[in-house]
């Protein structure tokens, strides 16, 4: 459990101070990369703060004990990736548990439930709506071990009203864990709304930069914190040194990066609300979005990720995809460059066609992580695309 070390909740100065950042041997205002897999021990029972880095590193340690602070928790575990993360909440589980999760998840969480968890330890699986709060009731089971809430979903940006189930989940004893990777503890912090734990795969807005994979697990809960430990030190799932220095590199221009980040998505948002070419926009700041008040209510902005679902066919969405220039394609999303991911054959490629459609997300479809450019820029690079796309030859399509 890591001590509280600022005097403020202030996320601008967290970003910067959380933690224990202090380098002890030689005043160094930056933690340095310590890569050394063993530490000396003066004698027997005579060991300091480490002793091997899988269970603890200096690096990692200062990375970890910032992340926690930011999110509000007393523990944090780096992982090696984000799903390495959610795999560790699941090894809190008995066998044969039932989860409830938000429908609409990531993927890459849908494949580790479905196609490994399933038949490795007989968990099974309801996806709902978890603002149904008569669906939510309905299918809980003496067995339900573990809601798993994603807020905002990618990349239909769908909330869950964090609050309102975390409230039901503790009447029933269901632990909750919430995926704030889209949100980032910048938008808001789930564990102090009442969720038990918080994953985030890290490479995204916590290390901003497009330049390493992470994860983490945060708690504010004393008996998680030893169990998820434990499990982390038992399972060996790591984030290395030099992805920690990373991250925590990368956390200190968090609050820089989201403000512009949150601002550009708002508005490149509008744009496409407007924009003819478009069939339906996904942004919980817009407030044509069906959950914009519970965005006002429960998040500082709408956050950095647009969706948009645009008419026309295959054709016409390569040629706009071929258009852009400051917009990348690219698998991820939360670096500074702003990137367009197209759901259907990459975060959501490991679902079926049916299996897609039947959660929204079409062929057409494409997530746009909106980074730090000039706005007018990226406005700009849209123009451009879309006359690429010359929609009059995809009308019979629309």
């Known amino acids: 459990v890591y001590p509280m070390k600022t005097r403020t909740k202030d996320i601008a100065t967290l970003a910067v101070h959380a933690g224990s950042q202090s380098d002890p041997v030689t005043n160094a205002i930056f933690t340095p990369i310590v890569t050394a897999s063993s530490f000396i021990q003066p004698n027997l029972y005579e060991g300091g703060d480490f002793c091997y880095s899988r269970v603890s590193n200096p690096t990692r340690k200062a990375y970890e004990s910032a992340l926690a602070e930011l999110e509000g928790g007393i523990y944090a575990t780096a992982t090696a990736s984000g799903m390495a993360a959610t795999n560790i909440v699941m090894e809190l589980l008995p066998k044969d548990a039932h989860i409830i999760a938000m429908k609409g998840v990531y993927g890459g969480t849908w494949r580790l439930f479905e196609k490994l968890k399933t038949h490795t330890t007989g968990a099974t699986i309801s996806y709902i709506d978890l603002n149904d709060e008569q669906s939510l009731m309905a299918n809980i089971q003496e067995n339900t071990a573990l809601i798993w809430i994603e807020t905002p979903t990618n990349p239909l940006l769908e909330l869950v009203d964090i609050a309102k189930v975390c409230r039901i989940a503790k009447e029933h004893a269901i632990t909750t864990c919430v ?24 490479s995204k807005y916590v290390g901003g930069h497009s330049d390493l994979i992470g994860g983490a697990v945060i708690t504010n809960n004393e008996a998680l914190a030893s169990r998820l430990d434990f499990i982390k030190t038992t399972i060996g799932s790591i984030a290395s040194p030099f992805d920690a220095y990373l991250a925590l590199r990368g956390m200190k221009t968090l609050d820089l990066r989201m403000e512009r980040q949150c601002s550009n998505a708002l508005r490149v948002a509008e744009y496409l609300e407007n924009h003819p070419a478009i069939a339906s926009v996904y942004y919980p700041g817009l407030p044509s979005h069906p959950q914009h ?49 197209h759901s259907a054959s990459m975060s959501h490629g490991s679902m079926s066609k049916e299996e897609r459609e039947a959660i929204g997300v079409y062929d057409t ?15 700009q690079d849209l123009d451009i695309a879309f006359a690429a796309m010359d929609l009059k030859q995809d009308n019979h399509h629309a």
């Open 293 to 341: 008040q519970l965005c006002k209510k429960q998040m500082r902005s709408g956050g950095a990720v647009v969706t948009a679902t645009l008419k026309g066919d295959m054709q016409s969405l390569k040629r706009f995809i071929g258009g852009l220039h400051y917009f990348v394609l690219a698998e991820s999303l939360g670096g500074v460059e702003s990137m367009i991911n």
């Open 179 to 202: 995926d704030n990777t889209f949100a980032s503890a910048w938008n808001h912090k789930p564990l102090e709304m009442g969720a038990d734990m918080v994953m985030l795969s890290t």
């Open 365 to 379: 479809t494409l997530r746009f992580s909106v980074g730090i450019e000039h706005i007018d820029d990226l406005l």
